[in-house]
């Protein structure tokens, strides 16, 4: 595939990233900063929060993991910035994922703020994070393991895989549903959400149309692609509803995009084009899988594929991501008649 590089908008904070240090707090431009909070033992190492300058205080867009570290950080960050955490007057979460919602509750709890999430996304808070409602989570998701025919002997440890990062969100209920096309009204700003689903099924990105700026939560990165992947909480085809939603940001009038990690850049369209070419093409190199077999079970096929590093030195949670990854690459091909399920235990998958 063509390498499309995108072009960083701030040098500084990609050097940072290249460089593997945190970042600067930045001032955008005027009435926008850009606020790195740190994410412990992970490679993305931060989430950027924005901080947007309102009449009567700021309102952030995400608001980083559920620690102290994280906490001092988005206060000093503040800081920088000329704002006290009294002043959060909003905290505007592209989606669920603890690294984006851990900390708005307790932003919240500090600021008197209201939290705004996806109702898609909001569904899932009481699943994630209740302590009764996690044991049938888990076995849902053993059950879909089985069905991909994961070996048993990894089974437990693969459903369970995320559950030791719960304690990094607050089950902090949303105070605001944010639907497609909402405009936000925040004083001084023309913010409108756009839902972006397919990342997590209540993701959203808000777009400035007068500012021509994207808040591209997970959606849209310089680098990476985010995970899509079938999961107990996830649409049934995942996969065509980031394509879709792909499509929808790129139609856009952007010049700059602010994603929540890496770093800012410009060029969305070109970027988007490259993440579509990238599941093109990892949806063909599934089809050559099936084509070389008389079927496959989803793990069997997840193994044959060409990862990061080889399969055998992927972790276990990893593995599982892989897993659940190419399982939606497979359901989107079975939508098209390109791949066909044979269901048992597990299913096996030949070409369409
Ligand atoms: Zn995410
Ligand atoms: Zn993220």
């Known amino acids: 595939m063509a390498k499309f590089v995108v072009t960083p908008s701030s040098e500084e904070q990609r050097a940072a990233w290249t460089g593997g240090t945190i970042p600067e707090v930045e001032r955008v431009r005027p009435g926008l900063w850009s606020v790195p909070v740190p994410i412990p033992i992970n490679p993305l190492r931060y989430v950027l929060v924005y901080v947007l300058e309102c009449d009567d205080g700021v309102a952030?867009?995400?608001?980083?993991?559920?620690?102290?570290?994280?906490?001092?950080?988005?206060?000093?960050?503040?800081?920088?910035?000329?704002?006290?955490?009294?002043?959060?007057?909003?905290?505007?979460?592209?989606?669920?994922?603890?690294?984006?919602?851990?900390?708005?509750?307790?932003?919240?709890?500090?600021?008197?703020?209201?939290?705004?999430?996806?109702?898609?996304?909001?569904?899932?808070?009481?699943?994630?994070?209740?302590?009764?409602?996690?044991?049938?989570?888990?076995?849902?998701?053993?059950?879909?393991?089985?069905?991909?025919?994961?070996?048993?002997?990894?089974?437990?440890?693969?459903?369970?895989?995320?559950?030791?990062?719960?304690?990094?969100?607050?089950?902090?209920?949303?105070?605001?549903?944010?639907?497609?096309?909402?405009?936000?009204?925040?004083?001084?700003w023309d913010l409108r959400a756009l839902w972006t689903p397919g990342h997590s099924p209540g993701h959203l990105c808000f777009t400035s149309p007068s500012r021509k700026l994207l808040f591209s939560g997970d959606h849209v990165l310089a680098r990476i692609t985010p995970i899509v992947a079938v999961h107990p909480q996830s649409g049934p085809n995942p996969l065509a509803d980031y394509l879709g939603a792909l499509a929808a940001v790129r139609a856009l009038d952007v010049e700059e995009v602010l994603p929540a990690h890496e770093y800012r850049f410009l060029e969305l369209a070109g970027r988007v084009d490259h993440v579509m070419a990238h599941h093109e093409e990892r949806l063909a190199e599934i089809e050559g899988v099936l084509a070389a077999s008389d079927g496959v079970s989803c793990w069997e096929a997840a193994t044959r594929l060409t990862w990061s590093r080889p399969w055998e030195s992927i972790p276990a949670f990893m593995r599982r991501a892989a897993n659940n990854e190419t399982l939606a690459h497979l359901v989107w091909l079975e939508a098209r008649g390109r791949a066909r399920r044979e269901p048992g235990e597990p299913d096996r998958w030949v070409s369409g």
């Open 60 to 188: 952030l867009v995400d608001a980083g993991w559920n620690t102290d570290e994280a906490y001092d950080a988005l206060v000093a960050g503040l800081a920088v910035a000329g704002y006290a955490i009294t002043d959060v007057k909003a905290v505007l979460v592209t989606h669920i994922h603890p690294d984006h919602y851990g900390l708005a509750g307790r932003v919240r709890e500090a600021s008197g703020a209201w939290i705004g999430l996806h109702p898609a996304d909001a569904e899932l808070v009481h699943e994630r994070y209740d302590e009764a409602a996690i044991e049938s989570l888990v076995a849902r998701e053993r059950a879909l393991l089985a069905r991909c025919g994961v070996p048993p002997a990894t089974l437990d440890e693969l459903a369970g895989a995320s559950m030791m990062i719960r304690h990094l969100v607050s089950a902090a209920k949303p105070d605001r549903l944010i639907e497609d096309g909402d405009r936000l009204g925040l004083p001084g």
